[in-house]
C-alpha cells in the first residue's frame, strides 16, 4: 500500500483535499500533528535499527539518557 501525506493549515483546506480524494474513490484519513510526529519517530527508530551507523538499542539507551536529564 502506497501513502500520499498532504499537509494543510486549515480545515477547509483539509475538507476539499478529503472530497477530491473521495470523488477519486480513494482512500483517505486524516492526522493530527503528534501522530505524524508518532509516525515519523518510529520510521526514525527502524531505519536506525537497519543502518551501520546505529542499532535500535543504542537509540533506547539514547533516549534513557535524556529522558533521565
Known amino acids: 500500500m502506497e501513502y500520499i501525506l498532504i499537509p494543510s493549515k486549515s ?3 483539509t475538507a476539499f ?3 477530491l480524494l473521495k470523488k477519486m ?3 483517505a484519513s486524516t492526522l493530527s500533528s503528534d ?3 508518532d509516525v515519523a519517530f518510529m520510521r526514525a527508530l527502524k531505519e536506525a535499527e537497519t543502518t ?6 543504542k537509540v ?3 533516549l534513557s539518557k535524556i529522558a533521565k536529564g
Open 17 to 19: 483535499f478529503l472530497s
Open 25 to 27: 474513490q480513494k482512500e
Open 60 to 62: 533506547k539507551a539514547h
Open 35 to 37: 501522530e505524524m510526529e
Open 11 to 13: 480545515k477547509s483546506e
Open 52 to 57: 551501520s551507523k546505529g542499532s535500535l538499542s
